[in-house]
């Protein structure tokens, strides 16, 4: 279904943006021709009426060039690519780097990474005591309340969102061999400090699909 609520982003601006976000999340390098592929028909079912050319990652001046001097649209693209980047419960230094050029390129300051880059390097121990829990996420505050101020404003973005971030969090579980635990695995909410920051913007673009587009969002659950 193609909306018809007016988006305050331009066809080329949402074309860019979805590149940029995929720029994040193929940061590891492990991007064969089947993902792909794969990445361009999801893209093209997102958003069928928004050209995304090859679907190759962006350059950052190219998209400093296209979502042009907005502070407000820069400072939104870099709340979601921050999203992309820790949907999957870690923060790599590939996709630290490439977030510091995206800063540096659409004019802001990079500064909101520093706590992010610290923190999710290093998780406390499962037996923590809660206090210590609460010290070891007190530099992430800023950067949580930074994220919580992301609106979702376009149909296509939102629907992006909706496949990228998990709709629930997975079931912790116990790695055995031979019979016996190896390793235990817990829920990526207690791996992820900013789970909370990824349910609530899922939760918003869910809710402007539903109560903006009026589109079914049943898939998406």
Request: glycine share 4%.
């Amino acid at each position: 279904m193609v909306s018809t609520v007016q988006s305050p982003y331009s066809d080329e601006q949402i074309a860019i943006w979805l590149r940029g976000l995929l720029t994040i999340a193929w940061a590891d390098g492990n991007f064969d021709p089947q993902e792909q592929t794969l990445i361009a028909d999801l893209t093209q079912e997102l958003a069928p009426a928004t050209d995304l050319g090859t679907v190759e990652p962006i350059q950052p001046q190219e998209l400093a060039v296209i979502l042009g001097k907005d502070a407000k649209t820069a400072e939104n693209f870099m709340r979601t690519a921050v999203m992309v980047a820790i949907a999957d419960g870690t923060y790599s230094n590939l996709e630290d780097d490439i977030l510091h050029q995206f800063c540096v390129e659409l004019g802001l300051q990079p500064k909101i990474l520093e706590s992010l880059r610290l923190t999710l390097n290093h998780r406390p121990a499962a037996d923590d005591t809660a206090l210590s829990e609460d010290a070891h996420l007190a530099p992430l505050r800023p950067l949580q309340e930074w994220l919580d101020h992301l609106e979702v404003h376009d149909p296509r973005l939102a629907r992006f969102l909706c496949k990228m971030i998990p709709p629930q969090c997975p079931f912790e579980r116990d790695v055995k061999l031979f019979g016996r635990k190896v390793v235990h695995i817990p829920p990526m909410c207690k791996l992820n400090p900013l789970y909370d920051q990824l349910v609530g913007l899922r939760f918003r673009a869910l809710s402007y699909l539903a109560d903006e587009c009026k589109e079914d969002v049943s898939k998406y659950c």
